[in-house]
């Protein structure tokens, strides 16, 4: 896209930009004469151009999203319709939320979804299993602690061996020296460690697991004998609550699978209840790993609070955003500011290196810092928001922060950058306002030419390089992993796509290149170079080292596709209020008519993505009834036989039947769709057989974790092992597959089975 773009405006704009411009002497200096503020006053009909220009964009740009929406649709109906798909139980479940009481039982809501086509072959009402799934939290919890206590008695058992031992002990040879004393009744590490080097922790006060240990208060226990009471304790618990479900009272949700892929998606988009707010939500295309067990639970009214909560906090952490992107800001125009403010003339004495870096490099260093903390924040608002599947946390999250990074990145920035280039001329000069805003306004785009480089060449740099995988493996890992399990994760664990939080930074980058690319269009080649290296980056890395492990079905992206028209209403509104600025040599205003068009034609821009979204919307959301193309031919020829075939005589009626027969032909699948869905269809989400899965509670599936402690020497492992289970015959502990090296570190040669 950027690069059509880049071919066709830069020819045209940049040569007119440079003939007979403002230059120097108007203050105009550095890549600003090849933008919009360098035009000569005794050109100002070279604005057409600009104008035309700016029509071929928009154009370009709702005809390129335009034809992205119908491939979509294309790759998504085949995808939903492959053979693949439609055996897996997902595809015919809905997930139904706000039931009321009177009608939570199965035969109530049989009745309600039989009349879709097919009827209704399961229902599973959910129930709220709340105080199970903290319980199971809680156990990982303390599986976690008793591993890291085990592997640290065991390391300084050898350690201490090591110590005591012959100093022509071999380390190489490393062989089994002991084995446990399975008759005994005293521990094998007792040899080696006084009771004092065994490992101890703080219970909570007043024995509450919701309140944290603090130091010096609390009852000191032994981590270990607390920790194996603890797993005993929780397994038979949650072992009782797995086999008696039916305790557990009902949610206002449930599971209903049908009998056809096509009832599904009916009722995802019917009206079902005469009451409002009842059976409201309805979610298709629903598996059990992408629900949101906890979410299940909470009612219509906790929804409604969450959710604007989480939108004022957003909007709090927006403003609140601010500060710091101000200040970069302003950082970028420190020459400005320097002859502006008195008390900064010291800046123009430091070396060009150095200002030159001052002002280009570190205020995108400094943002970018920044807005790295600002996808945990929003994930964090957005978890707590009561989404019922993570598909819908990623949608909500994608606005969320493309909202921030579209108002701090681009409009903070813009704003605080113009503000300070214009601010000195108009307190000299305060008549002439509109000459010095139409001179100024186009130098904020300097800021982003550095920015979106910095981007392309930085963010594809690194993840080449996998400077994330580095800092985990030489510096994170030696210093965090201490057990088997914690080393075993770390190795196997890919990293995982979040889209939600991907995208908008795309996203927002291509709407500044769109908003900049008729004010100064070199932005479009900065553009063109810096997403040629995001589109190898990302290539390499979906295919290689990353792994999404929740199929959103590709929702989002027509979000995105739509976020694009923020940049075209914002070019269009910059446009509009540059014309209206733009003055000749004798100060008339000259534009007036580029600017009235602008105007139309940003009304048209809104009612095409209106009609667009109206038309192609409900086909990206929903499964069409008629997917066959010889079905379609055969209603169409029936229509025509009816009809007389008499082709239609106005205009707009023939636009209206090739998009019958041409458009909505091209949407239905007609080529095989497992040659579309292949390569997605190999990817372990999808390929996941689910045909006989039920819908119930993730909590119920879980088994007992098994503990996983490393094997040593001294057979000190093999001694715990034999203690714990002859204290807690309950317990699951193993030593196989990890072992301590010669150099005393856990290594890890398979995967503990749970």
Not at 635 to 647: C, F, I, K, L
Request: with cysteine.
């Amino acid at each position: 896209m950027f690069t059509f773009l880049s071919l066709t405006l830069i020819p045209v704009l940049i040569p007119l930009n440079l003939i007979k411009g403002k230059n120097a002497a108007d203050g105009v200096r550095g890549l600003d004469r090849m933008s919009w503020a360098n035009v000569g006053l005794t050109h100002t009909k070279f604005y057409w151009a600009h104008l035309i220009m700016a029509l071929g964009v928009i154009t370009f740009i709702c005809h390129t999203i335009y034809v992205e929406l119908l491939e979509y649709i294309r790759i998504r109906q085949a995808y939903l319709t492959s053979t693949q798909r439609r055996l897996q139980t997902s595809s015919k479940t809905i997930l139904v939320t706000d039931i009321p009481r009177r009608l939570l039982s199965i035969d109530a809501l049989s009745r309600i979804y039989s009349a879709f086509p097919g009827g209704v072959q399961t229902v599973w009402i959910n129930r709220d299993f709340s105080q199970l799934s903290k319980k199971i939290q809680q156990r990982r919890r303390v599986v976690s602690t008793l591993e890291d206590a085990e592997t640290k008695l065991i390391k300084l058992a050898t350690s201490s061996f090591q110590k005591q031992s012959d100093p022509m002990f071999s380390k190489p040879t490393m062989k089994k020296l002991y084995t446990a004393d399975t008759e005994g009744t005293t521990p094998l590490w007792k040899r080696y460690l006084d009771d004092k080097d065994r490992d101890y922790l703080r219970l909570p006060i007043l024995q509450q697991s919701w309140m944290p240990s603090l130091p010096f208060f609390g009852r000191k226990v032994d981590t270990i004998s607390y920790c194996s009471q603890e797993i005993a304790r929780l397994n038979t618990e949650i072992n009782q609550g797995q086999r008696e479900p039916e305790k557990y009272p009902f949610t206002s949700s449930a599971f209903i699978k049908f009998n056809t892929q096509v009832a599904a998606f009916m009722a995802g988009q019917s009206v079902t209840h005469h009451t409002p707010l009842c059976l409201r939500s309805q979610y298709l295309e629903v598996s059990p790993r992408n629900i949101r067990w906890d979410s299940l639970s909470i009612s219509w009214w906790d929804r409604y609070v969450r959710t604007l909560i989480a939108v004022i906090a957003v909007a709090s952490l927006i403003l609140a955003w601010a500060i710091p992107v101000v200040f970069t800001g302003l950082l970028s125009q420190i020459t400005y500011l320097s002859n502006l403010v008195p008390w900064l003339h010291w800046i123009n004495r430091i070396p060009l290196w150095l200002l030159g870096f001052i002002q280009g490099v570190l205020p995108q260093l400094i943002l970018t810092i920044f807005t790295i903390l600002v996808p945990s924040a929003l994930r964090t608002i957005t978890n707590h928001q009561g989404l019922s599947t993570y598909t819908t946390v990623e949608l909500f999250l994608q606005k969320y922060y493309f909202t921030f990074l579209f108002i701090q990145v681009f409009l903070t920035v813009s704003l605080s950058s113009s503000v300070t280039t214009v601010l000195k001329e108009l307190l000299h000069d305060s008549e002439s306002v509109p000459a010095v805003l139409a001179r100024n306004l186009p130098k904020a785009s300097n800021y982003f030419f550095s920015y979106i480089l910095l981007h392309g060449f930085s963010v594809s740099a690194a993840m080449f390089i996998q400077v994330g995988g580095l800092v985990n493996w030489i510096i994170l890992a030696p210093f965090l992993d201490r057990t088997p399990r914690q080393i075993w994760k770390r190795q196997m664990n890919l990293s995982q796509l979040q889209w939600g939080t991907i995208l908008p930074i795309y996203t927002n980058l291509a709407c500044i290149g769109l908003i900049y690319s008729v004010i100064a269009p070199l932005i479009l080649a900065f553009s063109s170079i810096a997403f040629a290296f995001f589109w190898f980056a990302f290539r390499y890395n979906i295919l290689y080292v990353t792994i999404s492990q929740h199929d959103s079905g590709g929702m989002l992206y027509p979000t995105a596709l739509n976020q694009l028209f923020t940049g075209v209403y914002v070019m269009e509104l910059c446009l509009i209020g540059l014309f209206f600025l733009v003055r000749d040599d004798q100060n008339r205003a000259t534009c007036i008519g580029q600017a009235v068009i602008m105007i139309v034609v940003t009304a048209m821009t809104g009612s095409f993505q209106f009609l667009l979204n109206d038309a192609l919307m409900p086909l990206v959301q929903f499964l069409p009834i008629l997917v066959n193309d010889s079905q379609l031919e055969k209603d169409s020829e029936e229509g025509e036989e009816e009809g007389g075939g008499e082709e239609p005589k106005h205009f707009t009626s023939r636009i209206y039947k090739y998009f019958q027969r041409y458009q909505i032909r091209r949407l239905i699948p007609t080529a095989n769709p497992c040659s579309v869905t292949g390569l997605l269809l190999s990817i372990k989400e999808n390929t996941f057989n689910e045909s006989d899965r039920p819908f119930h509670h993730e909590v119920l599936d879980i088994e007992e974790p098994t503990v996983w402690i490393p094997k040593d020497c001294l057979g000190i492992s093999d001694d715990e092992i034999f203690h714990i289970r002859n204290n807690h015959n309950s317990i699951r502990i193993t030593n196989e597959h990890a072992a301590l090296d010669v150099t005393g570190r856990v290594t890890t040669t398979q995967m503990s089975e749970s």
